[in-house]
């Protein structure tokens, strides 16, 4: 699994299941806070669609955490104020780059996937309730 694809579903999905990823990596590693969760503004960069071009929409509130474990750096980030998730990510982060609890790996990932099909159920049913409310307008009559 990528990372960014790992990434997507944890922040995505049910905030206990990266807790209990970092419960279990932190019972088993030594973890070196490097940057503890902090609050930070970044701008929201935008491609404009007609010209495809790159502009700034504004500034965004979130949190980042960097950690160690033994010689593997983790980043985690997490829009709005959620410092619990950055850290949580970004011990998961150092944990699957650094092959510490390698023989969990595999259950972890089993997990997330779990999850990705849980996000894409309600992502297909809100998609559903949405499809209801669509108009056609090439089917509406139109009267001079």
Known sequence: MQRYERTRILVEGDPSLAQGIAAE?????????????????????????????LFYLGEALMCSCRVKLGDTMGYGMALGSRRNLAYNLALIDAAFASGAAQEKVPGWEHLIRKEA??????????AARVDKTRVDFSTMKVEA
């Open 25 to 53: 990596i932190e019972a088993e590693c030594a973890v070196e806070v490097v940057d503890e969760p902090h609050e930070e503004l970044v701008m929201v960069k935008v491609r404009e669609s007609v010209r495809n071009s």
């Open 117 to 126: 099909q849980r996000i894409a159920r309600r992502q297909a049913k809100e």
